[in-house]
C-alpha cells in the first residue's frame, strides 16, 4: 500500500510539473534567433554561380507558402549545367504554419513524382553526412531531379514525420520550432546519373552554408 502511495505522488507530482512547464513555456513564448536573410545566400557554392536575379512567387503563392524568407535562384557550372535552389524558412511553427512538401504541392501543378529514393549528402569541406529525399519528376517533355530535405535546429533529417517529432522536441526542451526546407532541381538530359550527380554536389556545396540562414 505505501509503495502504491508512494508512487501515485510521484505520478501527482509528475503531472503538476509538466503543466507549470508548458504555461511557463506558453506565457514565455517563442525562443527567437539570430539569423541572416536568405537573399544574401552565397552567389557562388563551389564552382556553382548565381546565373539571373533571384526569383520571387506571385502574392498568391507566397499566401499560400506563408514563409518567413524565402530565396528561390538558379545556380550554373562552367560546363552549362544548371540547378535550381528554393530554401524556404519559418520562424514559427507552433501556429500550424509549416513547410509545404514537394510531396503534396507538385502532384497539383501537374507533375508526376517516380523513382523515389534516398541519397547520402556529405557536405563539402567536412561535416556529418545526411540523408535527403530523391525522386524523378516529370511535366509533359520537362524532367528534373528532385532532392529535398529539412532542416533546423542542428539537423538535416530527410523523413517528414521524423522532423515533426523533432519540432515537437525542441518545441519543448529550446522553445524553437523555426526550421527550412530545402530544395534542389536539376533538369535530367541524357544522363539520368548525371542529373543525381550534379543535385547532390550543390546540396553538398550549400550544407556547410545553411547554419548562418537556418541556425542550429
Same mark, same amino acid.
Given at each position: 500500500?505505501?509503495?502504491?502511495?508512494?508512487?501515485?505522488? /510521484?505520478? $501527482?507530482?509528475?503531472?503538476? #510539473? %509538466? =503543466?507549470?512547464?508548458?504555461?511557463?513555456?506558453? *506565457?514565455?513564448?517563442?525562443?527567437?534567433?539570430?539569423?541572416?536573410?536568405?537573399?544574401?545566400?552565397?552567389?557562388?557554392?563551389?564552382?556553382?554561380?548565381?546565373?539571373?536575379?533571384?526569383?520571387?512567387?506571385?502574392?498568391?503563392?507566397?499566401?499560400?507558402?506563408?514563409?518567413?524568407?524565402?530565396?528561390?535562384?538558379?545556380?550554373?557550372?562552367?560546363?552549362?549545367?544548371?540547378?535550381?535552389?528554393?530554401?524556404?524558412?519559418?520562424?514559427?511553427?507552433?501556429?500550424?504554419?509549416?513547410?509545404?512538401?514537394?510531396?503534396?504541392?507538385?502532384?497539383?501543378?501537374?507533375?508526376?513524382?517516380?523513382?523515389? /529514393?534516398? $541519397?547520402?549528402?556529405?557536405? #563539402? %569541406? =567536412?561535416?556529418?553526412?545526411?540523408?535527403?529525399? *530523391?525522386?524523378?519528376?516529370?511535366?509533359?517533355?520537362?524532367?528534373?531531379?528532385?532532392?529535398?530535405?529539412?532542416?533546423?535546429?542542428?539537423?538535416?533529417?530527410?523523413?517528414?514525420?521524423?522532423?515533426?517529432?523533432?519540432?515537437?522536441?525542441?518545441?519543448?526542451?529550446?522553445?524553437?520550432?523555426?526550421?527550412?526546407?530545402?530544395?534542389?532541381?536539376?533538369?535530367?538530359?541524357?544522363?539520368?546519373?548525371?542529373?543525381?550527380?550534379?543535385?547532390?554536389?550543390?546540396?553538398?556545396?550549400?550544407?556547410?552554408?545553411?547554419?548562418?540562414?537556418?541556425?542550429?
Amino acid at each position: 500500500m505505501a509503495s502504491k502511495g508512494r508512487h501515485f505522488w /510521484a505520478l $501527482v507530482a509528475l503531472l503538476v #510539473a %509538466g =503543466g507549470l512547464l508548458v504555461n511557463y513555456w506558453e *506565457r514565455a513564448g517563442e525562443a527567437r534567433v539570430e539569423r541572416a536573410a536568405l537573399k544574401d545566400f552565397p552567389a557562388q557554392v563551389g564552382e556553382w554561380r548565381q546565373r539571373r536575379p533571384d526569383v520571387r512567387f506571385d502574392a498568391e503563392t507566397e499566401a499560400v507558402l506563408r514563409a518567413d524568407d524565402y530565396v528561390l535562384r538558379d545556380y550554373a557550372l562552367p560546363d552549362g549545367r544548371t540547378a535550381s535552389l528554393y530554401i524556404g524558412y519559418y520562424a514559427t511553427q507552433r501556429s500550424g504554419v509549416t513547410y509545404h512538401s514537394p510531396l503534396n504541392c507538385m502532384p497539383g501543378s501537374g507533375w508526376t513524382l517516380s523513382q523515389p /529514393a534516398v $541519397v547520402e549528402i556529405q557536405p #563539402a %569541406g =567536412g561535416g556529418e553526412p545526411f540523408e535527403a529525399n *530523391r525522386y524523378l519528376i516529370q511535366n509533359g517533355v520537362e524532367k528534373f531531379l528532385l532532392v529535398y530535405w529539412y532542416q533546423g535546429r542542428g539537423r538535416a533529417v530527410a523523413n517528414e514525420y521524423w522532423d515533426k517529432v523533432y519540432t515537437v522536441w525542441d518545441s519543448a526542451r529550446l522553445r524553437r520550432s523555426d526550421g527550412s526546407m530545402v530544395r534542389v532541381l536539376v533538369p535530367v538530359g541524357k544522363s539520368e546519373a548525371e542529373a543525381v550527380a550534379a543535385a547532390t554536389d550543390i546540396a553538398a556545396r550549400i550544407a556547410p552554408e545553411l547554419p548562418r540562414f537556418v541556425p542550429g
